[in-house]
């Protein structure tokens, strides 16, 4: 096989990310790359939960439609993801949820319930029912007791069926691996990757436990790819965290929300590494959590915040006040299902434009966006160059699909980027104001830490003269305003192009991506010959892109309902879009359904605007 | 550096509040302070919100940072502990820190910040022309009110008490000698340190003007209380000085106090940063990144 995806689902809570952590290990040990996605509830324990492992022969960075096995580690799982097996794929599930209806899955919503109702022809169909409709798809359904095993295995081991209870997660993966054939010396190797001590000897004797059972023969067989050590797998908001760090980030604040929560607590637990101890801040709101950023950034440290949707709306004033002071700052925005709270724990880039343009007047920002875990790390340093080089609000934006994705890649990829470029005052002899926003062609003053000896000046969120005084003077506003806003020219005339956008493959139907739609589209330019791909990595300001998109016919992909990338490209180039290909409702775009959306487009029947609408 | 005379803390820039108004004490008791405690302008950083108390950092010869509207607290939070040497002081009025940023109040005192934040209460929004601010009480109705305040007052020592500052105080815009005293215990008070200071506002608060208040403040300390909360109270001990400090702190109408109320030893949010970044505050963000990252250390969790 090239290629393989297996997805495990259950309770929130129950360990299944321990166990696509464990799968997933366990295979890059077996030499494949890897990538994980990770689809849960904002909720803490109980609601549905599920993750796909995808296997590659080469770098993994977008995922299918449906997959080839699946571990259904409840009822649930059976009920919620029955077509989402591809025919020839395996079901794991346990035997006593057969007794189960859909009427007695109290997490299962009401429009799933009605859906299955409607296709069996009856108010409550049986997951006996449903099981055999796995079948007659083509997929072979394998009762697997996880429990039983457990227990047998307890009995076998003489320990406690309570603690081999606790090691389901291990069992689903072995039986799993053990199933597909593929040896048991790398799960091995990825248990010690997971767990010490006494768990980890419980886990083995677990895990060899299961490989003695027999099992039937499938006609899925997964080999070894014969592993290469140097590789690292991580998440988006651990990549991006990471990249903080190289970047020199010193002080770090936030207000607990999914999904960005993750990259601060990372930063928190890790202060004890050389270089990396980061003040970080957990802040009675996003308003102090942007404020408080400011503040530090003022006296010379590297600073940044990371939000989601309402938090980051409740950043829009603080952040127009480091435009106005001209402090470095950057926004680490893991973008989710909006409007409102909308979606916590879903993925969107429905704040591409609100990135750009949020908050009231105006001031020079930079927004740059990560389409993969490599991006994350990178494009964190990035900002942080950005921000001190340009004395103003840098935002990175992520998503909630990338902050929960882990990708296996080459250590060596994660490297630091030189961090320099930025303008500082050398301290005087003296006592005396200074002129933090003294005269520059390029807009950029040099930064006066607060502490600077020899001096001192004033900052104001007002319209402010030369030493920082607050001014109405028509004349000073224009100078000022227009010393700002040049930061925006150098900028982009600065910032090297392969930073600003790459044309992965020009084409005369030509796709535009930001973000995470990146690795989907660039393993479906394998499938779409003629079809080009320009991913942009700036946002703003935007680059210049026109004359590539002369005489294209335009698409673009991203995750959002109105198109706003296209929106935003028509702005900016004044070239149509033909195409827009969307996605709003929470879950990222296949491979599959980029393929098919662009395939239509190639044939001429898709339409201007076509909504993508897959996913559990 | 040279020795300052108290004209060197004076900024050239003029106030451009209203003849009379209280903010003119307040000014010079904080110009005075930092002279007596001869600060090092290059070392000391006054951080304001937004209104017309806001203003006093630019008449100010010291590092001067004027925020947004309530959130002078975060901002002035994040550069000391980012930079720990810097005296820090932060200023703002009723409205601003009790109305807009009375979150940050709050989360503030839990934290115990190294820091003074002097708060001028005039009981109005001066620069909108007047409103009620979140001092004023219930049904009092200043001149530019058209009707009676129908929104009842915090007591902002209460406030600070529940929320953990370490040192409170109530000081008088027009005893500039007793304020310049209080801010000096303030500043250097180990702790955030919270200074509330009765302030006419001759333009909109005719209800309580300096006639008013000649009347009825009295000093706290020349009646014997003693604000100082040393460690290892019993609870007995503990209950009493609380109940002590809630009398006086809630006392309003005959008789007002002023002077210093609460006075704790408690560990500062510096020292608690210690526990997860143990060279803190010797090594301290606003120095940058002093040596390589262990990247290869940090990236062995994600090996395969």
């Known amino acids: ?616 | 550096m040279v020795e300052l005379k108290l004209q060197d803390y004076k900024a050239e820039k003029q106030p451009d509040w209203c003849p009379g108004c209280g903010d003119y004490g307040i000014l010079s008791a904080l110009q005075m302070a930092l002279f007596e405690l001869k600060k090092n302008p290059s070392q000391t950083v006054v951080f304001s919100g937004i209104g017309c108390s806001a203003k006093t950092p630019h008449y100010l010869n010291v590092y001067g940072v004027h925020t947004l509207h309530g959130r002078v607290l975060p901002v002035a939070q994040g550069a000391k502990l980012a930079n720990p040497h810097l005296t820090v002081v932060a200023v703002g009025g009723d409205g601003d820190g009790l109305g807009i940023g009375a979150g940050h109040f709050v989360a503030s005192g839990r934290r115990n910040v190294d820091m003074l934040y002097i708060l001028y209460d005039n009981e109005v929004y001066g620069l909108t022309k007047g409103q009620a601010g979140p001092t004023l009480g219930l049904g009092e109705k200043t001149k530019s009110l058209p009707k009676p305040n129908p929104q009842g007052r915090i007591n902002p020592l209460l406030l600070a008490f529940a929320a953990g500052y370490t040192w409170i105080a109530r000081g008088y815009a027009y005893d500039v000698k007793g304020l310049k005293e209080l801010i000096k215990e303030g500043i250097t008070h180990k702790g955030l340190a919270f200074l509330h200071v009765l302030q006419p506002c001759p333009t909109y608060n005719d209800l309580h003007t300096k006639e008013w208040f000649a009347l009825r403040l009295y000093k706290l300390q020349e009646e014997g209380y003693d604000p100082y909360v040393p460690e290892g109270l019993s609870p007995e001990e503990l209950d009493q000085k609380m109940a002590k400090f809630q009398e006086k702190a809630a006392e309003w109408g005959e008789r007002i106090p002023t002077g210093v109320f609460w006075k704790a030893e408690v560990p500062t949010f510096e020292e608690r940063l210690k526990a997860y970044l143990p060279r803190y505050p010797e090594v301290y963000p606003a120095l940058g990144q002093k040596e390589a990252l262990d990247l290869e250390g940090l990236l062995k969790e994600f090996a395969l």
């Not at chain 1, 903080?244 to 990259?263: N, V």
């Not at chain 1, 098919?596 to 076509?610: D, F, I, M, N, Q």
């Open chain 1, 1 to 616: 096989m090239e290629e393989f995806t297996w997805r495990v689902g259950g309770p929130q809570g129950g360990g299944i990310e321990t166990a696509a952590t464990l799968f997933a290990r366990a295979v890059a040990k077996g030499g494949w790359w890897v990538a994980t996605k990770r689809e849960y509830h904002s909720n803490i324990m109980g609601r549905h939960s599920y993750l796909d492992v995808r296997l590659g022969r080469k770098p993994v960075g977008a995922f299918r439609d449906r997959v080839d096995f699946l571990v259904a580690l409840d009822g649930e799982t059976l009920a919620r993801h029955l077509g989402e097996v591809r025919p020839g794929g395996v079901l794991l599930y346990d035997p006593k949820v057969l007794d189960l209806s859909v009427h007695k899955l109290p997490m299962l919503d009401h429009r799933v319930q009605e859906a299955l109702a409607e296709r069996f022809g009856k108010g409550d169909p049986s997951l006996k029912e449903i099981l055999a409709a796995y079948a007659e798809a083509g997929v072979q359904p394998l009762p697997y007791p996880y429990e039983e095993v457990a227990d047998r295995i307890g009995a076998e081991l003489g320990v406690p069926s309570l603690q081999t209870r606790r090691t389901l997660n291990t069992i689903a993966v072995a039986a799993s691996l053990h199933l597909l054939g593929f040896p048991l010396e790398p799960l091995l190797e990825a248990l010690a990757l997971q767990f010490r001590g006494k768990v980890l000897e419980l886990n083995e004797k677990v895990a060899q436990a299961v490989y003695r059972e027999e099992v039937p023969r499938l006609s899925l067989s997964l080999r070894l790819n014969g592993y290469e050590p140097g590789r690292v797998y991580l998440t988006g908001a651990q990549a991006a965290a990471l990249g903080k760090l190289a970047g020199g980030l010193r002080f770090q604040t936030y207000y607990p929300i999914s999904p960005a929560t993750d990259e601060s607590v990372y930063l928190e637990a890790h202060t004890n590494f050389q270089g990396a101890d980061v003040a970080v801040v957990q802040t009675e709101d996003e308003i102090a959590a942007v404020t408080m950023a400011i503040g530090a950034a003022l006296t010379g440290a590297r600073a940044a915040t990371a939000t989601s949707g309402p938090g980051f709306s409740l950043m829009a004033e603080g952040m127009g006040f480091a435009g106005m002071i001209e402090a470095p700052l950057v926004v680490t925005l893991y973008q989710r299902g909006g409007p409102s709270t909308g979606l916590p724990t879903r993925t969107e880039q429905g704040d591409l434009l609100f990135a750009i343009r949020g908050g009231h007047g105006e001031y020079p920002r930079l927004v740059l966006a990560s389409g993969d875990i490599l991006d994350a790390f990178l494009d964190a340093q990035k900002a942080l160059a950005w921000a001190w080089r340009y004395q103003t609000v840098v935002v990175h934006l992520l998503d909630k699909f990338l902050a929960s994705m882990a990708q296996s890649l080459p250590k060596e990829a994660l490297t630091p980027l030189p961090q320099n470029g930025e303008k500082r005052l050398a301290p005087r002899e003296g006592f005396g104001p200074y002129e933090r926003y003294a005269p520059a062609e390029d807009g950029i003053s040099p930064f006066i830490p607060l502490g600077t000896p020899g001096g001192f000046y004033w900052m104001t969120s007002d319209e402010h003269d030369l030493e920082g005084h607050i001014t109405e003077d028509p004349v000073l506003r224009e100078y000022q305003m227009e010393k700002r806003m040049e930061k925006l020219r150098t900028a982009r005339r600065e910032i090297p192009l392969e930073d600003q956008y790459t044309l992965y493959r020009d084409g005369d139907v030509l796709v535009l991506g930001f973000g995470t739609v990146k690795g989907t589209l660039l393993e479906a330019l394998d499938h779409l010959p003629g079809v080009g791909y320009l991913h942009l990595k700036l946002l703003w300001p935007f680059p210049e892109i026109g004359p590539l998109l002369e005489g294209k016919r335009l698409v673009t992909v991203e995750h959002n309902y109105s198109g706003q990338l296209a929106d935003l490209v028509q702005q900016e180039t004044l070239k149509k879009v033909h195409h827009r290909v969307v996605k709003y409702n929470g879950r990222p775009i296949t491979l599959d359904e980029a393929v098919e959306a662009l395939k239509a487009v190639l044939a001429g029947t898709a339409p201007e605007r076509l909504v993508l609408r897959k996913g559990v």
